[in-house]
Nanobody
Framework: QVQLVESGGGLVQAGGSLRLSCAASGRTFSIYGMGWFRQAPRKEREFVAAITWSDGSTYYAASVKGRFTISRDNAKNTVYLQMNSLKPEDTAVYYC?????????????????WGQGTQVTVSS
């Protein structure tokens, strides 16, 4: 089994930056794709970004493209989400997720494993 642990959330002013980390442990050889999702209060969980474990192909939601960057360090079994130019509407609990399939996926039902989430709050 694979365990995912997020870190790096916090409170930041609008225009600021944060970097989230998602460390995977356990049967990490079974991971092929990773994604970041977020859920704001009273809203449904939404896709943010995804990356393949093998060649590092990436895909972003339109709302974060150009501001967020997803990357991975295979040696550390860690995926990152660098968030720049943060806006109050980026406030949410951010979750990382893993799937044992190699292509990009932007729907939460396509992911099998989830972290516990980390809170990101952007003040105006």
């Amino acid at each position: 089994q694979v365990q995912l642990v997020e870190s790096g959330g916090g409170l930041v002013q609008a225009g600021g930056s944060l970097r989230l980390s998602c460390a995977a442990s356990g049967r990490t050889f079974s991971i092929y794709g990773m994604g970041w999702f977020r859920q704001a209060p009273r809203k449904e969980r939404e896709f943010v970004a995804a990356i393949t474990w093998s060649d590092g192909s990436t895909y972003y939601a339109a709302s974060v493209k150009g501001r967020f960057t997803i990357s991975r360090d295979n040696a550390k079994n860690t995926v990152y989400l660098q968030m720049n130019s943060l806006k109050p509407e980026d406030t949410a609990v951010y979750y990382c997720a893993a799937r044992p399939v190699g292509d990009i996926a932007d729907s939460d039902y396509e992911y099998e494993l989830w972290g516990q989430g980390t809170q990101v709050t952007v003040s105006s």
